[in-house]
């Protein structure tokens, strides 16, 4: 079956190397916003268009799409416009991956090669996986979160909507993480996470606050129609730390002592 690839970046990248290893899905090609991919290639595919060009690969019976975009709220703004003009959004599963047969997972899934996801372990929609990640038994991550490589989720965690879990952050058994939380790469997290905060460190700690995902806060590019889907808004980092934060936590961080 026909697919599109949304995002001509990093992410677009591996989910194609994903669908190269499977036979049910036929990539046409990528859409993107970017204007220097206009009417060129990548990874020898064609940029049909942009994102807002969904709506006219629907018509012209493209039947499902895959939104490869690292940013939590582009991604979801994508998605749910796609699944809004009736394309298949499937799950894209590497086949190094080692899955439990009783794992659930919904629509738009991608789980990079080497991810391990454990028994009793629910999975929502559109959620990146990344490259050696692991989810281990009994485990709850929902929708539109990503998940960077290295990172690994102990048992019995909960992971709200729109969650970014950092590369090589460690998360420890039976914690609660909140919606739209970024927990930074490295961190060790051994509490729960509130909504809407910033997390670094080890142990982790909240940095900032950032602003709320809802109705007051529309979702990344909705307002431009189709959403940002420009190579130079696919960076995976949701809200890089700024300079004078990253002095200031390096400042403040002390070794451990035990």
Partial sequence: ????????????????????????????????????????????????????????????KIQAAIIAIGNNRVRASLFQKARELGFRLPTVIHPSAVIAKDVSMGDGVQVSPGAVIVTGSRLGNNIVLNTSISVDHDCLVSDHCYIAPGAHLAGNVTVGPFTWVGMGANVLQGLKIGTNVLLGAGSVLLSDAEDDTVIVGVPGRVLRRQEKIG??????????????????AMNPSPSPLPQGERKNLRKSTKPIQF
């Fill in 215 to 232: 109705n007051s806060s529309p979702l990344m590019g909705e307002d431009q129609g189709g959403g940002d889907t420009r190579s130079s």
């Fill in 1 to 60: 079956m026909d697919i599109v690839i949304v995002g001509a970046a990093g992410q677009g990248k591996v989910v194609l190397d994903i669908l190269s290893t499977q036979t049910r899905w036929k990539p046409v090609g990528f859409l993107d916003d970017s204007p220097s991919l206009k009417d060129s290639q990548f990874c020898g595919f064609p940029v049909l268009g942009p994102a807002s060009d969904l709506a006219r690969l629907r018509k012209e």
